[in-house]
């Protein structure tokens, strides 16, 4: 049963959109939730767009809200050692997810940005575009002649995930034949970030942070012998710090080169995916794209927006605060309804219908504010060249029977997604 069924199913069983705001809980999810979470948003966003989740926590749905809240790092803190501490104890998951700049607040989250911005810079974003060109066609190649020889081919396998690890990987100047365990490391310690945790899930995600580091230390003693271009390794450039004299501590670096990798792969890999599936499901906007390729820029942002590959964030209160006449007080947990902001009448017009031309489109699938993606122009060029290229290439292609969904709340996507080319 698909989500949207489910939903229906739940009204013809005599639960209202008020019953399904009222007794919404993340911990236990609807039915159909994760396979389609839009009649639930919609539901929320009418009815309980405040909606308490426990003692203390809150989810937020409003776009209003996000954009407030993302606005003012002072009140909305995302320093998490508090919360992590409880979670993961004192642990390699716990010293991971607290050095990362995404779980601090100023003055040590704007220090740490402005060095990665700076090596995230244009010019390295545009040195990376003509690797991901040759590498979507190698790619594509592969998905051909797999094809051709009777085998099956999976979009999430075989094609979008096989992008963003090489991409950030030519970031850091990973040597290719290195590359094989930061995906598996990847899924591993974002993984761990879920809601709910299993005691296998977490070990395995403490391994992955402690391998991780391993193999990081010595790529860094090797990179500070033999330093690449400042200009275009990235590894480098944090290596060596900004020419203001800002460095990053080691402990830093190693921290949010992990980071960055875990940020930019399962993503953008969700992008990907999610973007082909749309352009299957909403036949006349693929035919609307392959009629005008130069709406490739508007369409990934739609797909952003519809189908948010990051569904939540969160936030915890340093004062007192309200909203909706809700009053909160200092050390309130909230969670950022991404995946409803994106679908918010007040800012999206009709905002179930796939429009691959939609203008304005404020999203937030990047958040905004001081936090808002640093890696945001590497994914958008990433699902541009793979998705248009993708289409170029096999214009008539068709999901299959098989898709599999990723349960995961946090993050919206596919694990599997059988395709036929042609
Ligand atoms: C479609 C792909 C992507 C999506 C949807 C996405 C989404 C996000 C979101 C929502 C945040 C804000 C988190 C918060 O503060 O609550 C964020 C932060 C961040 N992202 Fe991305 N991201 C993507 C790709 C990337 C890539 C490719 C990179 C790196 C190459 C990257 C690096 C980062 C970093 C470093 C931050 C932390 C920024 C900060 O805290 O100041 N992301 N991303």
Known sequence: MTGQDS????????TSDGELAQTFS???????????????YAALLTHAPVKKLGENSYMLSRHADLTAVYKDTALFSSDKTVEFGEKYGDTPLFEHHTTSLVFNDPPLHTRVRSILA??????????????????????LDQLEAKADRGEAVDLIEDFA????????????AVPHEEREP????????????????????????????TDFLAYLETLVARRREQPGDPERDMLTRLIQGEKSGEKLSEKELLQNCIFILNAGHETTTNLIGNGLELLHRFAEQRQRLL??????????????????????????????VTFDGIEMPAG?????????A?????VFDDPDRFDIARRPNRHLAFASGPHQCIGMSVARMEGQIAISRFLERFPAYRLTEGAVRSRRLRFRGYTTLPVRLR
């Open 26 to 40: 993340l911990a236990q999810p609807p039915a159909g939730f994760v396979d389609d979470p839009y009649p639930t």
């Open 182 to 209: 930061l995906r598996d490391w990847s899924l591993a310690i974002l993984g761990a970030l879920e809601p709910v945790l299993s005691a296998e899930e977490e070990a395995r995600g403490n391994k992955a942070v």
């Open 161 to 172: 995930s096989a992008i963003p690890v090489e991409v950030i990987g030519n970031l850091l």
């Open 7 to 14: 939903a229906t199913a739940d009204r013809q069983a005599g």
């Open 332 to 340: 309130t947990f909230l969670t950022l309804c991404i995946g409803a």
């Open 118 to 139: 700076g090596a995230l810079n244009p010019r390295a974003v545009s040195a990376l575009e003509s690797d991901v060109e040759a590498l979507v066609g190698r790619l």
């Open 291 to 320: 009629d005008d390729p130069t709406l490739i820029r508007t369409a990934v942002e739609e797909m952003l927006r519809y189908e948010s590959s990051n569904q939540l964030g969160n936030r915890m209160t340093t004062g007192p």
């Open 342 to 346: 994106n679908r918010d009448p007040a």
